[in-house]
């Protein structure tokens, strides 16, 4: 590789495909990819960008070299925890992350999950596998109350959409403050107050230390028995067990869940089994098309990058997130 220009490294998940649309830089930078560890630790000392798509637990933090020169990293996710790690968090490094990505199709998503447990379309599906016809009525969604936890990019793309199909959006982030289109943000502190008034609790939040098993079984106790749990953040946020438990117990009615503690979720989990839930692979915001637009993402953050331009989507690395305020 010629050492006049950036050397861009990309980690990727072992078997997983280049990231697309970085053809569009090949003449300004330098770009290997690796899946191994052996690779990242051979190549990632002469790297000058990483571009991590591949979220392996511990995985950079074990292989982070004494000396480099590395400028920036760019995770290809909204969620960067797993690299606030001590090296590069109290670093000179600039990490940027997808902002904006993945925000529509997880908003469709959480649409989608109201619906089906408005509709019962778990139930229709169940009494169809069995040939079985049951007449039922079934919920209204509008004028539903919502609360979601996470009031960022994600979560306020959720609560437009939610709005514009009638349900009623509230939000729960770092501060109480009015901010449309919520109906009120409420400051963390006051999440169990404002649990027994929701139909619905999304957690779109950022996994960081204070939200790390924020969801517990006494929190989830504080919602109502007919108000159920959509989670398309990061599944350490809940606590599985707890969550388990309520819904054995019937403290919710349901939950509509896309990430989890331990993923891929074991085969022998319980969630399994439960009548009213819905799994799905960490995929919410899985959209056709989204890894050529992540590549894309990166690459116009690359030519900022080339013109010493402020990069676009700079996490502050103390708090875990892009902050707007």
Known sequence: MAKDKP????LVGDGEPELPGLEAIHDDADIRHVDSEAELHQYLPDS???????????????NWPEQHRIRWVHATSAGVDVLMFEQLVHSDIVLTNARGVFDRGIAEYVLGAIMMFAKDFIGNIQLQQQRHWQHRDTELALDRQVLILGVGAIG???????????????????????????????????LREQLPNCDYL?????????????????????????????????????NTDDLVRALEEKRIAGAALDVF????????????????????????GDVIGWRRTLGEQFVANFRRWQRSEPLLNRVDKLLGFVSSH
Not at 207 to 225: F, N, Q, S, V
Not at 261 to 284: C, F, K, R, T, Y
């Open 48 to 62: 000058d960008i990483l571009v991590v798509t591949d979220f392996r637990s511990e995985l950079l933090q074990r």
């Open 202 to 238: 999304v957690i779109a939040a950022p996994l960081t230390a204070e939200t790390h098993g924020l969801i517990d079984y006494d929190t989830l106790c504080y919602m109502k028995p007919g108000a159920r749990l959509i989670n398309v953040a990061r599944g350490p946020i809940v």
């Open 156 to 190: 306020q793309h959720v609560a437009e959409l939610l709005s514009l199909a009638g349900l009623r959006v509230s939000g729960i982030g770092r501060s109480a403050r009015e901010q449309p289109p919520f109906e009120q943000i409420y400051a963390q502190q006051q």
């Open 261 to 284: 503690e331990e993923e891929p979720l074991p085969a022998e989990h319980p969630l399994w089994d439960l009548p009213q839930v819905m799994i799905s692979a960490h995929m919410a």
């Open 7 to 10: 050397q861009i490294l990309v």
